[in-house]
């Protein structure tokens, strides 16, 4: 069965009506707006600035403010697809709870909302407690992908396998954002468990070939057997076993290395899997373009636009691993081209990104990772062959999301994996690569740490000010990092008059520790380098 088209006429019919994007003016939810040489612009705002941040804000208020199941949890944490009538009879995405805290990471530093914090926590710490593989099996520790049996609270299995059958590339990605919470909320919890996740993953990552990735797709936790991706025991394409097979692992290799840069866990052996990982990607998918399966709901082979992407960032955000990087990247953008390119609303000047060859349908989530990660080949390679096209993407994606900040599929189902956890990351590692796409407000884009705590409107200033000599009433921004060195890149309205970092004031300067300020069109940009510090206060 194909992914996203599995439910009864009704439900097809209630979906076509609602968010089909209608021939000619309307795309999804909004009439196409253009600019005046006829290609698109966001629906909400010309200025992609006003249109991006306010779209990620509509978003995140529609999940924070999600019905409640008959169970008791909130939507989101029982269904994969949102329904305003009545509850969707599926479970869980595959990546749901991981994607999220991916991307209420970025969204908490750039609004400083402890409730995004908070999410972040409740959705890992339910999900340990409630989805994990049992410590005496053959792979313990890990987590399920889907609840079986939807209402019950419990995740055990697989969407299509069944129960007792787990993704191991999903099992990487929550490891990894485990780190980043533990990193956030200074609870050993969340540690311990990516340990224990990383513990299970290492022991068990091999070379890999041409039809076998360092870690399989699915395997059964208790057998400790890799499975079909179809239960009825057929194989599909040319794979000799599709389930041997995901090219997703830059997740898992991430997860590694910072566990490494942590010196937690079994550090040798985390460098000896971390190895095989990139070793595997530079042997094969780098050079075959063989990228394999990743959606939970697709019962045979398919290529996917998510891993192709997902590991081009990787290679741009880690270049000291891959030497041939601009090459190895321009290579794997324009083989996503060839293979998912979706020329429908080229009238408008843009061209869009389809989700994989069994699905070839394109959708918010893998059009603004294409777009974002276009960007960020753009700005650090110099070649703007892309550069266009990916902006004019993100531009198109913006449609996806409705008045109250549901979120869309073009031909299909308001999903919540691709349009929440799957969609706000990209468009705030955009703003961070351009800064003009980010609006002229008080924003961190990035940091080469993790943001543990930020206050932008003072309302925390008598509980963290008070070891601090600066004038309270002149404070612009506080945050506090995990580490004590690191860069922050902060949008801001207007040129801040001094920065401070552990109480001391920074010098302006673009080498050493300091600050530097560049001045856009409206505001500026505002990066800071710590050497010593971990606590910094911007000031009016």
């Known amino acids: 069965m194909i992914r996203k088209i599995t439910l009864a006429v009704a439900l097809c019919a209630f979906f076509i009506s609602n968010c089909f994007a209608q021939q000619g003016e309307m795309l999804i939810y909004h009439p196409i707006k253009t600019d005046k040489a006829g290609n698109i612009v966001p629906w909400y705002n010309d200025d992609p600035a006003i249109a991006f941040d306010h779209n990620l804000h509509s978003i995140w208020n529609f999940w924070i403010n999600m019905r409640r199941d008959m169970n008791g949890l909130p939507y989101y944490m029982n269904h994969q697809v949102w329904n305003p009538n009545f509850n969707d009879p599926r479970g869980i995405g595959g990546d749901q709870f991981m994607m999220a805290i991916s991307s ?26 409630h989805g994990l593989s049992p410590a005496n099996c053959k792979w313990p520790n890990i987590p399920f992908p889907y609840n079986t049996l939807i209402y019950s609270g419990v995740y055990d299995g697989d ?22 919470l533990y990193k956030i909320k200074g609870d050993p919890i969340f540690l311990h468990a990516a340990i224990k996740i990383a513990n299970t993953l290492a022991p068990n990552t091999k070379a890999g070939d041409n039809d076998h990735s360092p870690l399989p797709f699915k395997v059964n936790v208790y057998t400790g057997k890799v499975v079909l991706l179809n239960t009825t025991g057929k194989l599909y394409g040319n794979a000799k076993d599709t389930a041997a097979y995901t090219s997703n692992l830059a997740p898992t290799w991430q997860m590694f290395h910072d566990l490494i840069e942590l010196n937690k866990g079994s550090v040798a052996q985390y460098k000896v899997a971390a190895d095989k990982i990139i070793a595997w990607f530079k042997k094969y998918p780098i050079k075959t373009n063989k990228w394999g399966p990743f959606f939970e709901d697709v019962g045979e082979w398919s290529e996917t636009q998510i891993n192709s992407m997902t590991c081009a960032r990787l290679i741009m955000e880690h270049r000291e691993y891959f030497p041939n990087w601009q090459a190895d990247v321009k290579s794997i953008i324009n083989w996503t081209h060839s293979n998912f390119n979706d020329d429908r609303w080229k009238k408008y000047g843009v061209i869009v990104t389809k989700e994989q060859t069994v699905y070839p349908v394109p959708g918010e989530s893998h059009c603004s990772r294409q777009g974002a990660d276009e960007l960020l080949y753009t700005k650090l390679s110099g070649d703007t062959s892309f550069y266009t096209n990916a902006l004019r993407e993100m531009n198109w994606a913006t449609y996806s999301v409705g008045d109250d900040g549901r979120n869309c599929f073009p031909f299909d189902e308001p999903w919540l994996t691709d349009g929440y956890g799957d969609y706000v990351r990209h468009y705030l590692r955009a703003m961070d690569t351009y800064p003009f796409l980010a609006p002229a407000q008080d924003h961190i884009l990035s940091s080469t740490s993790v943001i543990q705590q930020v206050d932008y409107r003072g309302f925390l200033k008598k509980f963290i000010y008070l070891n601090f000599n600066a004038d309270t009433n002149k404070v612009r921004l506080f945050y506090r990092t995990f580490d004590q060195s690191g860069t922050e890149r902060i949008r801001m309205k207007t040129r801040p008059s001094a920065v401070l970092l552990n109480d001391k004031p920074i010098m302006e300067n673009t080498t050493d520790q300091g600050y530097s300020w560049e001045a856009m069109a409206n505001g500026g940009l505002l990066t800071i380098r710590r050497k010593n510090g971990d606590k910094v206060i911007v000031m009016e």
Do not use: C, P
Not at 160 to 179: H, P
């Open 104 to 129: 209420w990471r970025l969204w908490y530093a750039y609004t400083g909302d402890e409730n995004v914090k908070e999410n972040m926590a409740f959705l890992a710490g339910y999900y340990l407690t």
């Open 159 to 180: 969407m299509r396998n069944g129960k007792d059958v787990a993704q191991l590339d999903k099992a990487g990605s929550l490891g990894l954002e485990l780190i980043h």
